[in-house]
């Protein structure tokens, strides 16, 4: 791909996240970091693309450790942001638990 | 080969993966706006994370798959377990730990992409992949380092206090022009790892310095900035490397992280740019939002809504401001309509409460609330500790620490919304410590019109 097509979709990619959040609560600021620390966990994606070609243990050491970091945030990121979400989770009725 | 393997290959297919993978991280984005889809916001973009990266497995040039396997193994070893167990209250500096790897990530692919420019390109390595090597490892270091420290900060491991060392300001400058004036000479033409070496030890400094000197409670917004810089890492990485996957979803969070940092600071009334320059020049705007300092936390009705409407049990404390508001009835509705969707709650009355004693049961029978549901100070206090929210309605001397008299103590409670007309201290005249807390938020505003707003976002809910 071209550069000038490259930084087309950058601009409107840009443009689609300033646009995707809109007013959040407060409760959920955090979540949502936490989503989109997760996403860009992408990066994961760099490693796999190079360490096909990478030569030398150099190379193929920190495309190693890369793409473990990159899986950690990706894993990690979606997972700990899931259990912060189970706080949305809706209840039994408390009232029917009482017997009331 | 196959017609099936070759169709996986196609780059055509793969982008079209890629398409579908880029759909889902927007709609997932979306849904995690609202409390009621945020869960299914989460999953939905960890799907398109799934595709993402399957796709990107099929590209023909991506080979070596026993270190991709161990690379992937040893990531989800670490990380599953770091998510798993990590307790509730230590979810911000797992956050900051993630955020951290994820420009590590950036800042070693981006050596490595070096490195092989140098060997293959065999004379200069072309200048539109240069650049964003360049930015990917300057940002990618300076998150990975800060985030770190900001991790450190957070679990108490380095002092959560604002670290201040001599001359920062300047110290920062010289590293910042250090790291562009390398970046600098390699775009010119220089070929040489020792100057990328000293622009990610720069990088890496200058994260350390950015963060060290901003207080514990500014944390989470800088997380976030921290947050946003890997994502536009993580794209300049994508332009080095012609891959549109990396460009698409390191710019969304680049930016959809820049207004969540803006939100962040709002809520907290701090502004970015007084944390980061606070943090830049040592200037001692940097206390104001340490936990002596005398911030607030405001909240707006939705926020308040979805408190309340996902706790388990309210209490409400109700006091002067609710009579001179008349916003007993409001108050009533308001309990139904949580009460409707399983929230037990209760009032605790404390003895002086309002202008004379009994003023709040009169105005609560008035509004038909269940007596049952009166609670006096005595029997309220023991349950507090295991209330989710306490909702303070124009109540002020019989909820401060400070008051000097027994009062209904609201801040045991898992957190407090005050509602509040202004920042003018009490009947009594003092200064309540109580606003202050880190689980207090105040919605300011006319108790009955608050109290309306909230109950037309808790039934939009």
């Known amino acids: 791909m071209d550069l000038l097509t490259e930084l087309t979709i950058l601009v409107l990619a840009a443009f689609v996240g300033f646009e995707v959040i809109s007013k959040v609560p407060n409760t959920l600021h955090t979540p949502l970091m936490s989503a989109t620390n997760a996403i860009h966990g992408i990066v994961l994606l760099g490693g796999l693309l ?40 809706r209840r039994p009725d408390p009232k029917q638990e009482r017997g009331e | 080969m196959t017609p099936i393997a070759s169709f996986l290959q196609d780059i055509d297919f793969i982008r079209s993966l890629y398409i579908a993978a880029f759909i889902l991280f927007i709609v997932g984005l979306r849904f995690l706006n609202h409390p009621r889809t945020a869960k299914r916001g989460n999953a939905v973009a960890a799907v398109g994370m799934a595709i993402a990266v399957v796709a990107t497995l099929l590209i ?10 161990l690379g992937m193994a040893i990531g989800t070893a670490v990380g599953v377990p770091a998510a798993r167990n990590v307790k509730m209250t230590a979810m911000p500096q797992m ?4 955020n951290g790897v994820g420009g590590g990530a950036v800042a070693l692919i981006s050596f490595v992409e070096y490195r092989e420019s140098l060997q293959n390109a065999g004379d200069n390595p072309v200048l539109e992949q240069l650049i964003p090597i360049l930015f990917a490892a300057i940002i990618g270091s300076i998150s990975f380092w800060g985030s770190n420290i900001a991790f450190g900060k957070l679990q108490e491991v380095l002092p959560g206090r604002p670290i201040q060392l001599p001359g920062q300001q300047f110290v920062n400058a010289a590293l910042l022009l250090v790291a562009l004036v390398c970046a600098v000479v390699i775009a010119a033409g220089t070929e040489s790892e020792l100057l990328f070496l000293i622009i990610l030890v720069s990088a890496a400094l200058l994260g350390n310095m950015f963060v060290l000197p901003i207080g ?6 800088v997380i976030s900035l921290l947050n946003a810089f890997t994502g536009l890492s993580a794209a300049a990485a994508g332009l080095a490397l012609d891959n549109v996957a990396l460009i698409v979803a390191g710019m969304l969070v680049g930016a959809s992280g820049s207004i969540l940092t803006m939100l962040m600071a709002d809520a907290m009334n701090r502004s970015i740019p007084n944390i980061v320059a606070g943090g830049f020049g040592g200037v001692t705007t940097v206390a104001r939002g340490d936990a002596d300092g005398r911030s607030v936390r405001s909240t707006d009705p939705a926020d308040a809504a979805i408190q ?13 401001g609710m009579a001179v508001a008349q916003a007993q009835h409001t108050v009533r509705e308001l309990a139904d ?12 009355i404390h003895p002086v409460a309002g202008r004379m004693p009994g003023h709040m049961n009169v105005l609560l029978a008035e509004a038909d609330v269940p007596y049952e549901q009166l609670k006096e100070m005595e029997e309220i206090n023991p349950e507090l500790p295991q209330t989710d929210v306490a909702l303070v309605i124009g109540a002020n001397d019989t909820v401060n620490p400070q ?8 801040e045991k409670a898992g957190s407090v919304i005050i509602l509040k007309r202004s920042m003018n201290t009490g009947f009594a005249g003092i200064d309540n410590p109580l606003f202050y807390n880190e689980n207090t938020s105040l919605l300011f505003g006319d108790a009955k019109e608050s109290v309306q707003k909230v109950l037309k976002e808790v039934e939009a809910l």
């Open chain 1, 50 to 89: 190079l360490i096909g070609e990478a030569e030398g243990f150099l190379d193929e050491l920190l495309l190693v450790i890369a793409i473990a970091f990159g899986t950690i945030n990706v894993v990690g990121g979606f997972l700990v942001t899931d259990r912060m979400l189970d706080m949305f989770r």
């Open chain 2, 308 to 320: 309340l409407s996902y706790a388990r049990r309210v209490v409400v404390t109700p006091g002067y």
């Open chain 2, 60 to 69: 023909e040039e991506v080979g070596d798959y026993g270190l991709i396997v």
């Open chain 2, 403 to 410: 008051a000097g008299m027994p009062i209904i103590e609201v």
């Open chain 2, 216 to 221: 514990g409670a500014d944390m989470p917004v």
């Open chain 2, 337 to 348: 309509e949580l009460e409707k969707r399983g929230v037990d709650v209760a009032y605790a």
């Open chain 2, 95 to 98: 956050v900051a730990l993630f």
